[in-house]
T-cell receptor, first 114, second 111 residues
């Protein structure tokens, strides 16, 4: 298995533009997590899905952020409109069975909003 | 809410010295996991501890889960430059599927 695949690896966009981050979890994994990492706030959980259903989105900063998981092999995190404070590394992770099993992280998307 | 704190936040050591990071949860954990993130990389799973008082070793790394299952430690013997990175502990949030990650300890090893 190729692991968790995220795209793009780097994204530079202008303030106000829409940004879409993509994630392909490991096949067979039931849980998918989106994290944001910054120096100031560390690793923050934004949202997680179990069996494609959003379970907890309490970490989503505001209505500008939305996430979908239309099927077991694909998820997106969208920011519209983007702002400079959204600049961070966004990680997608998947696990076989929630937090009882190890999380496999993707390589991350480094987002810069100018 | 449930919190997982790690100390120290940063640690600089000379190559060959030992290193320990401590993880403390505000609630009892069913298991504790440890991850390592190299600079510019992504977190990578190291190990999972499940039993109270459990101790596991991976070469120079020793992991321990506290008797009360609320704390854990990672000890590295004779650090090497390859040990550089941030070490995170993580545990399941009560009654949910999600991980609560600790604040991390950033290790620098001076050659």
């Amino acid at each position: 298995d190729a692991g968790v695949i995220q795209s793009p690896r780097h994204e530079v966009t202008e303030m106000g533009q829409e940004v879409t981050l993509r994630c392909k979890p490991i096949s067979g994994h039931n849980s998918l997590f989106w994290y944001r990492q910054t120096m100031m706030r560390g690793l923050e959980l934004l949202i997680y899905f179990n069996n494609n259903v959003p379970i907890d989105d309490s970490g989503m900063p505001e209505d500008r952020f939305s996430a979908k998981m239309p099927n077991a092999s694909f998820s997106t995190l969208k920011i519209q409109p983007s702002e400079p404070r959204d600049s961070a590394v966004y990680f997608c992770a998947s696990s076989l069975r929630g937090a009882d099993t190890e999380a496999f992280f993707g390589q991350g998307t480094r987002l810069t909003v100018v | 809410g449930q919190q997982v704190m790690q100390i120290p936040q940063y640690q600089h050591v000379q190559e060959g010295e030992d290193f320990t990071t401590y993880c403390n949860s505000s609630t009892t954990l069913s298991n504790i996991q440890w991850y390592k993130q190299r600079p510019g990389g992504h977190p990578v799973f190291l190990i999972q501890l499940v039993k109270s008082g459990e101790v596991k070793k991976q070469k120079r790394l020793t992991f321990q889960f506290g008797e009360a299952k609320k704390n854990s430690s990672l000890h590295i013997t004779a650090t090497q430059t390859t040990d550089v990175g941030t070490y995170f502990c993580a545990g399941p949030s009560s009654g949910t599927y999600k991980y609560i990650f600790g604040t991390g300890t950033r290790l620098k090893v001076l050659a």
